[in-house]
């Protein structure tokens, strides 16, 4: 079983910058391929980066690619989503995720944090 807790979202003006973490319980942090997802209101659940379970390899949906950054620290058992140059459409719940598969798809997913609000303001 792995708990996983959100923290750093917020608002912020467009253009701005904030960084989300992911604290996880368990001492298997790293075998679990890490995600971020978000939801807007009225939208499906959707990808936004990951990251393998060294750390090595990353992804991230288009939307986002040059201005997130996905990172962990398997020391502390952490993950973490640096977000630059923010826009009102990033505006969303903020959801961390574990899993064994990994990648794009929610599916792949086995635990999911609670989520976190992000509000970005034109």
């Known amino acids: 079983q792995v708990q996983l807790v959100e923290s750093g979202g917020g608002a912020v003006q467009a253009g701005g910058s904030l960084r989300l973490s992911c604290a996880a319980s368990?001492?298997?942090?790293?075998?679990?391929?890490m995600g971020w997802f978000r939801q807007a209101p009225g939208k499906e659940r959707e990808f936004v980066a990951a990251?393998?379970?060294?750390?090595?390899?990353?992804y991230y949906a288009d939307s986002v690619k040059g201005r997130f950054t996905i990172s962990r620290d398997n020391a502390k058992n952490t993950v973490s989503l640096q977000m630059n140059s923010l826009k009102p459409e990033d505006t969303a719940v903020y959801y961390c995720?574990?899993?064994?598969?990994?990648?794009?798809?929610?599916?792949?997913?086995?635990?999911w944090g609670q989520g976190t609000q992000v509000t970005v303001s034109s």
């Open positions: 990251i393998s379970g060294g750390g090595s390899n990353t």
């Open positions: 368990g001492r298997t942090f790293r075998s679990f391929a």
């Open positions: 995720a574990a899993g064994v598969l990994g990648g794009t798809a929610d599916h792949a997913y086995d635990y």
